[in-house]
């Protein structure tokens, strides 16, 4: 009896109780904090009568297709277009991207813009662009999404109320418009499931972590900051893929400056194109931020630090605990062969989804309190209120991706240019041929030996050297050719016996 409520108060307090402790909780506390960020924001909020100068700076690499919704955004937005400059900087693209931005200049004659060629890299598009812009602020914006009319004019006002905050960035979201613009239910499931994640990320846990003074990273596609400040920095480094948690990193631990979300300034970008995108996507970021943490591995990043120092207990939560997760989800298989129940399992693995469910929806709720500043967005986002019973599996099957980046950041160097899901999944079925086929002529030969079939030295000496499925198959080649030789050879040979019998008969005769 003892045992059986030890067992059942483990399996409960480590399958269900720990969960929840650690992520439900934490969920129910920053609905109430981010609804009173949002009030307390509101209420702050001055309509600006002096609008500073800024510096747009916009990184082009084959952006024909893009570049040019992307200008027409910001001359659409409610920023005076005399307050604006824009750098559109050229690293190394091949396409026709210089005639898109000469038809801008046509078509938008009140928008200062310039266009500058760097080396290749986005790093070093950012930094030549830095050294040129004369705003009191520099926004970065990728060239293949668009700003939300308001986002701007939002962005600057947050920045003129708190003299203090001098780092930002905007909340991501995808254009929903494209997702619908897909066929067929999954393809577009997997673009709306996406949408809810851009969503509550910025929207609901990087505002959480902006009330902590947590936020780990800015978004490499819409950041701003204050010119005094970023000139001050390492600018952006060239060494890394991911040139903004570096840069983010150097503002929280070389200059000790405060990085937060804008909840209000949205930035669309473009829904994923497929599954193997959504793997190098998810994977670079992760390899990523691994890397850059390693390169502030200093004082900052002791074990003393654990509870005090938000990118410490960041690394340790998505990195460190990533493996023992991953066998807590995998671990249903092994509880039923140590004898729990099925039917206990499957309610456990019930309850599990419905609070994770339960998170989901209270994000919701925060998520389209905070989109009330663009409504055409909050109703697309309130309609699809059913893809939250489908965001744990999506998150489930991020956080295998994620797995499998730290993983490849451990074999091999990070690059913009990384193997698919297809490429990785070709290249794990060739090596498991490779070393399935030398066992299988290791047994080849030993069947031989016992049932005492000779093998020719020549024969012998190919098998041993057959280390690559290559040379397995000229092997097996060369022995087909023996093999039709030796037949040819003997068919010869019984051949001219016939023939020398047919001869001894015809001499007896006579």
Known sequence: MIKQILNSFLFWGGWIIIPFIMEIVPALGSVFLLIRRNLRHKKKRKEMKIYPEISLIIPVYNSADTLYGC????????????????????????????????????????????????????????????????????INLDSDGILEKNALVNLITRFEQDTDLNCMTGAILTIPEQIQAYKG??????????????????????????????????????????????????????????????????MKYRQNERVEVCEDAIFFVDPIEDMNKLYTQRQRWQRGSLE??????????????????????????????????????????????????????????????????????????????????????????VRHWWCILFLPFFNFLVFFIRVAGIINSIQTDSAWKTMNFTDECKAF?????????????????????????????????????????????????KRNIMEDKTMAEDSKEAAEKIEQIGLIDEDESL
Not at 122 to 136: E, I, P, T, V, W
Not at 213 to 235: D, P, Q
Request: hydrophobic share 45%.
């Open 292 to 381: 850059v943490a390693k390169m502030f591995m200093d004082k900052s990043f002791k074990v003393k630090n654990i509870f005090s120092n938000v990118s410490v207990k960041t690394l340790l939560y998505d990195h460190t605990f990533a493996f023992p997760r991953m066998i807590w989800y995998l671990a249903l298989i092994c509880l039923m062969a140590i004898g729990y129940s099925g039917k206990m399992i499957l309610v456990s693995t019930g309850i599990i989804f419905g609070l994770y469910t339960l998170a989901g929806y209270l994000y919701f709720i925060v998520v389209a309190y905070f989109l009330n500043i663009n409504k055409d967005v909050k109703k697309y986002y």
């Open 71 to 138: 200008i027409k955004s910001v001359n659409d937005s409610t920023y005076p277009n005399d307050k604006i400059r824009i750098f559109l900087v050229n690293n190394k693209g091949q396409d026709n991207s210089f005639a898109v931005y000469a038809d801008c200049q046509k078509k938008f004659p009140d928008l200062l813009m310039q266009w500058l060629n760097a080396e290749q890299g986005k790093s070093r598009a950012l930094n030549l662009a830095l050294y040129n812009s004369d705003g009191k602020y520099i």
């Open 185 to 250: 239910f999954f393809p577009r499931l997997l673009r709306n499931l996406e949408f809810m994640e851009y969503a509550q990320a910025f929207l609901a846990g990087r505002s959480y972590a902006s009330e902590m003074n947590a936020v780990y990273t800015l978004s490499g596609a819409f950041s701003a900051f204050r010119k005094s400040v970023v000139l001050k920095s390492w600018m952006y480094n060239t060494d890394t893929i991911c040139e903004d948690t570096h840069i983010t990193f150097q």
């Open 429 to 477: 079925a060739k090596v498991v041929k490779q070393d399935m086929q030398k066992p299988a002529a290791f047994i080849g030969k030993l069947r031989k030996a016992v049932n005492y079939e000779p093998m020719e030295d020549m024969e012998l000496i190919e098998v041993e050297e057959a280390d690559t499925p290559e040379a397995v198959d000229i092997t097996e080649d």
